[in-house]
């Protein structure tokens, strides 16, 4: 592969200031460099959805190298993969640079996880004696072959690049003293949160407006920055991610009429239990099992995640019928939207899975309970009914076997009761 072709895609290569020109880092340093994950200085694999920030993360990983580090423009390499089906290209854009480039070397490498055993290529090279002075990132969409596995023993990590959840939409957005609060009272134990919701009454206000923002926004940049830019989102950034999602499925060799067919049964249904031959029937598939493969595909593509009924002993009954959440609200805002689904849900399930997106990323075998009166999210540590209405009262509260019964409110709190943006505005994740 001649240099020239992939200088297209690096043009610091010849000007090193052609990257404050780059539209990514345009966005963040117009945002005040906000919303933006820092990279470690470790081989990486990074994975998650679509229009998230992992090209913008990347785009500004390499603006601090050369502008603000300034590390030679030429030892840095970005490629997008995003057309590519062949691991034969990654191997010779990999080669061709580190043949023709001297001393540290870092390689970007975006949206491998459509190329067939994009993997081979990645092995080769940290196996290979260059691989001393060479630092690489990998992103991908999908979890579909991404996973820490395929590398054993080998000097790489595997970061899941998730939507930021609502702590972070806090630190980003909320005014200086509730920032500092926050900061100071987060963290990862469920007990300690329960503990510490009570010193939150002076900022309740606050986190309240902002949770209501995070419910249309969630935690993807261009939602964000058009929310508190213009006051909505705009209908570009809603295209924008429509074309990311039905260019995805078009990568899995899948049918994106299905897959549409699929997530309108979900959105009717939100936050219900799935069965899989209904599902089918309403979506026009000829077998439920064809309903769950399309299920697994939204899964692997960071589209929703799933939990099931769990026993007394904390167990999950997969055999039993599952519920499925989007991991992050604006996907509930973006297929209602596209799909012209004027559905009423209410307020309640987005609410109820914007808890699901959170516990399931600090908790262990999280379900459901559905034996005797039905409790949101459940397992050994952990009970959560969330009832986002205007009265609470402690008959709400589940009765489990879990060491903590908790029920999140609209905005009541006491004994048990915690208002939802006090809760997740303290859960560090």
Do not use: C
Not at 169 to 175: D, E, I, L, P, Y
Not at 196 to 220: C, I, N, W
């Amino acid at each position: 592969m001649e240099l020239s072709l992939m200088g297209m895609q690096n043009p610091w290569w010849y000007n090193r200031e052609a990257i404050t020109n780059d539209e990514k880092v345009k966005r963040v340093l117009a945002s005040g460099e906000r919303l933006i994950i820092e990279l470690e200085d470790k081989n990486m694999i990074m994975i998650g959805p679509r229009q998230l920030g992992k090209t913008t993360a990347l785009k500004y990983d390499i603006y601090k190298k050369i502008i603000k580090e300034g590390i030679d423009p030429k030892r840095i390499l970005y490629y997008s993969f995003d057309t590519a089906r062949d691991y034969g290209v990654i191997s010779e854009v990999i080669s061709s640079f580190i043949k023709a480039t001297a001393g540290r070397k870092y390689l970007y490498l975006d949206e491998v996880s459509f190329v067939d055993e994009w993997q081979r290529a990645i092995k080769f090279l940290l196996d290979s004696n260059e691989m001393k002075d060479v630092r690489v990132y990998v992103t991908g969409s999908a979890s579909i072959n991404l996973r820490k596995e395929l590398f054993p023993g080998r000097d790489i990590i595997l970061k899941e690049f998730m939507p930021s959840f609502f702590a972070s939409f806090v630190q980003s957005f909320a005014s200086k003293d509730l920032k500092k609060f926050v900061k100071a009272n987060m963290t990862g134990s469920i007990e300690d949160v329960i503990e510490r919701s009570e010193k939150a009454v002076p900022y309740f206000d606050e986190l309240d407006r902002l949770f209501h923002v995070f419910m249309q926004t969630g935690g993807f940049p261009l939602a964000v920055f058009d929310y508190f830019a213009a006051g909505s989102i705009s209908e570009t950034t809603f295209d924008t991610h429509w074309n990311a999602f039905l260019s995805d499925i078009s990568k899995a060799e899948r049918s994106v009429e299905t897959s549409v067919a699929v997530i309108q049964e979900l959105v009717k249904s939100y936050s219900s239990k799935i069965n899989m031959s209904k599902t089918a029937r309403n979506a026009g598939i000829p077998s439920h099992v064809t309903a769950r493969e399309y299920m697994e595909l939204l899964r692997e593509l960071f589209v929703i995640g799933y939990i099931f009924p769990i026993s007394d002993r904390g167990l999950p009954l997969f055999r039993k019928e599952r519920k499925a959440y989007f991991t992050d609200p604006f996907f509930f805002t973006l297929f209602s939207k596209k799909l012209n689904m004027q559905i009423n849900l209410g307020e309640s399930k987005v609410v109820e899975g914007i808890t699901y997106s959170h516990l399931a990323h600090i908790m262990k075998n999280i379900g459901y309970k559905s034996n005797g009166r039905e409790i949101d999210f459940a397992n050994n540590e952990i009970a959560v009914e969330v009832k986002w209405q205007e009265s609470v009262t402690k008959s709400d509260i589940p009765r489990s076997n879990a060491k903590n019964n908790i029920v999140l409110s609209k905005s009541d709190r006491g004994e048990g009761i915690i208002p939802v943006s006090v809760f997740l505005a303290l859960l560090d994740i």
